[in-house]
């Protein structure tokens, strides 16, 4: 085995493969925020003849005022958002990280989380390719285009206009976030990017490399030193090409010195992204 295929072969081991440890972390208590909801409607995923569970957080003053209407943020892997008990490998913090924008600069979304399952690898792969050969991305990402957006934006109070909504996911998430960006640039125009699996996809990154950008996306991209070169190359050669192409200023790539492919290194980095995606900070 190449020194490569043995490097892929750890990440999927210990990042795509959630069932493998979820029962572990079922006994602790719950981290989740109390203005995190958990529907208990379960949605068809068109074409791949399963449901799928949603996580949602709305903004701590979300009920004090029936007015006011908020941007939404897409996520993957919902289970690791929000909560140390559900999370396969620890949580994200979104929730507490929201919070606190909401009160230091005014800062107001929904976060809509899309759980995982046992599917992971392949519905978060958009394309077949040497290593991942079962691709249900397609599908994947028209289930929450088609059905998980229509459904939060009738029920919740929504900005649903392409300007205010995004999406940000890890890893294969990362990955299946720049697909929506060639899919459904009609739909998001804001795109956090986070130590993608670009190694998985060899048909995303061509791609992406014949496809610009459209007008008035902004897209941040992170990845993390300590992930290594099989991750942080691809990456550095993804940002020149999306910044050859987009508008000046509407791509930006931070490299965590001592981050790692882990929730514990994409929790931080997620504040800075959303406040550059949506405020340009």
């Known amino acids: 085995m190449s020194l490569l295929s043995s490097f892929r072969r750890k990440i999927a081991l210990a990042v795509f493969l959630p069932g493998l440890a979820l029962a572990a972390n079922g006994d602790g208590p719950s981290t989740a925020q109390p203005n995190v909801l958990i529907p208990t409607e379960r949605l068809a995923m068109p074409g791949l003849d399963r449901e799928r569970g949603l996580r949602i ?16 943020i897409y996520m993957h892997d919902g289970q690791n958002l929000f909560d140390a008990k559900t ?51 397609p599908e994947y990402t028209r289930f929450i285009v088609e059905v998980v957006k229509p459904y939060i934006d009738r029920t919740y109070r929504t900005l649903p206009d392409r300007d205010h909504t995004a999406m940000i996911g890890s890893s294969l998430g990362g ?18 990017v986070f130590s993608p699996s670009y190694w998985a996809s060899p048909e ?16 941040y991209l992170f990845v993390g030193h300590l992930e290594g070169p099989v991750m942080e190359d691809p990456a550095k050669k993804m940002f020149d090409t999306l910044a050859a192409e987009a508008a000046p200023g509407s791509v930006t790539y931070h490299v965590g010195p001592q981050a790692k492919h882990h929730e514990s290194s994409w929790s931080p980095e997620f504040r800075t992204a959303v406040r550059w995606l949506f405020e340009g900070k």
């Open 57 to 72: 957080y709305v903004p701590p003053d979300y009920s004090a005022h029936p007015e006011r209407r908020y941007p939404v």
């Open 87 to 137: 999370s396969y490998a620890g949580e994200w913090g979104v929730d507490e990280t929201l919070n606190e924008l909401a009160k230091t600069d005014h800062f107001e979304a929904i976060v809509v989380g899309i759980d995982n399952s046992d599917k992971r690898m392949s519905e978060l792969n958009p394309f077949p390719g040497p290593e991942l050969k079962v691709a249900e991305g």
């Open 175 to 192: 990955l299946i976030t720049h697909y929506a960006l060639l899919a459904y640039p009609e739909v998001f125009s804001k795109y956090g």
């Open 204 to 219: 995303l990154v061509s791609r992406a490399e014949k496809t610009p950008v459209p007008a008035g996306t902004r897209i």
